[in-house]
């Protein structure tokens, strides 16, 4: 199965929603855990989550500190702000609805029966 492409701002949500299930995660965790919970079919590499994480920071969504990994190595951790719990609930709402609308679209159609 090939990968998904992800549609403009579907990454940042991700990485919020991430960041708010799971708490301060550095940047390889998160794009680990994107891909876990996407079955694989969403595959990031270093460039596509770092210059994310760094739009999130730009935009006041996320923070940064440096920390220690778990094995032990020097690394950024990421937090979501409350602004970014703010996006997450305004985007997750606009997602959910135009989910819902493209099911309806894509569904049986009554011209289908």
Known sequence: MKKLDL?????????LRTLQTMGS??????ARRIEQISGNQVLLNQGT??????RLQQQRWI???????DNNRRAKFYEITDSGQKKLT????????????????LGPQESDR
């Open 7 to 15: 549609l403009p701002g579907t990454l940042d949500l991700m990485v």
């Open 49 to 54: 989550i770092y210059a994310a994480l760094v």
């Open 25 to 30: 995660q550095h940047g390889y965790g998160i």
């Open 90 to 105: 305004e985007d997750s709402e606009a997602w959910w609805r135009l989910a819902s609308v493209i099911e309806a679209m």
């Open 63 to 69: 923070d940064a500190q440096w920390g220690v990994s």
